[in-house]
Nanobody, 123 residues
Framework: QVQLVESGGGLVQAGGSLRLSCAAS????????MAWFRRTPGKEREFVAA????????YYRDSVKGRFTISRDNAQNTVYLQMNSLLPEDTAVYYC????????????????WGQGTQVTVSS
C-alpha cells in the first residue's frame, strides 16, 4: 500500500503561481512512477504531468507545457507540481497518483491516489 497526501492548493489570480506537494508513505517511493491528474465537475479526470522513477523523465499534457514543472525528491518521498502562469481553465481538483506501469497518461493504470487538493484560478 502507498498512502498519498496532497497539499498546496488554494485560490490564486490568473498569472500567479502555486506549488503542489504530494507526500507518500508506505512502500518504496522510488519504485513508482508519479503523476498529477486533475478533474473539474462534469469532466473526466485528465492527465497533467508524470515523472519517472529517478526523476530523469517527465511528461506533460500540451496545455501545461512551459508553465508546469513536475519534480520528485525520493529522499523525502515527495513529488511536486510547480504551476506558473496559471489560467482560469487550470481550476480543478488536483490529484497525486502512483503507478508501476509505464502507461503514464492513463488513470486506470494508477493504483494509488491521494484525496485531492483544490486549485482555483480567478480571472
Amino acid at each position: 500500500q502507498v498512502q498519498l497526501v496532497e497539499s498546496g492548493g488554494g485560490l490564486v489570480q490568473a498569472g500567479g503561481s502555486l506549488r503542489l506537494s504530494c507526500a507518500a508513505s508506505g512502500r518504496t517511493f522510488s519504485a513508482y512512477l508519479m503523476a498529477w491528474f486533475r478533474r473539474t465537475p462534469g469532466k473526466e479526470r485528465e492527465f497533467v504531468a508524470a515523472i519517472g522513477w529517478s526523476g530523469g523523465m517527465a511528461y506533460y499534457r500540451d496545455s501545461v507545457k512551459g508553465r508546469f514543472t513536475i519534480s520528485r525528491d525520493n529522499a523525502q518521498n515527495t513529488v511536486y507540481l510547480q504551476m506558473n502562469s496559471l489560467l482560469p481553465e487550470d481550476t480543478a481538483v488536483y490529484y497525486c497518483a502512483a503507478s508501476q506501469s509505464t502507461n503514464w497518461s492513463n488513470p486506470k493504470t494508477y493504483a494509488y491516489w491521494g484525496q485531492g487538493t483544490q486549485v482555483t484560478v480567478s480571472s
